[in-house]
């Protein structure tokens, strides 16, 4: 499955942005979702994830009760709503795909074998 991540810019802190990631080239619907982000000099960590259906969702620390990601199986896009932006949620933001049945940790990279190109995040304080 090919993944293509939009909808970064630059915000104001306080203010919201959507990321939207779209698939191609398989069944949506026996994929699970993640994002990951990567600021400047920094590891790429774990934001959230999302099951096959939406139904199951988790989050980081960092960005719970503020992030919130959602998928339209009949579009075949997954989303990343963030609100309340602070300037350390500044980083390139990254989708990842992993097959359904898959029990590989959903936090860490090495649990998904399918990557966006990623999409800049700018929050400036």
């Known amino acids: 499955v090919q993944l293509q991540a939009s909808g970064g810019g630059l915000v104001q802190a306080g203010g919201y942005l959507r990321l939207s990631c779209a698939a191609s080239?398989?069944?949506?619907?026996?994929?699970?979702l993640g994002w990951f982000r990567q600021a400047p000099g920094k590891e790429r960590e774990f934001v959230a994830r999302i099951n096959w259906s939406g139904g199951i969702t988790y989050y980081a620390e960092s960005v719970k009760g503020r992030f919130t990601t959602s998928r339209d199986n009949t579009k075949n896009k997954v989303y990343l709503q963030m609100n309340s932006l602070k300037s350390e949620d500044t980083a390139v933001y990254y989708c990842a795909a992993v097959y359904r049945y898959d029990s590989r940790s959903y936090y860490t990279e090495s649990g998904y074998d399918y990557w966006g190109q990623g999409t800049q995040v700018t929050v400036s304080s």
């Open positions: 080239g398989g069944k949506f619907s026996n994929y699970a």
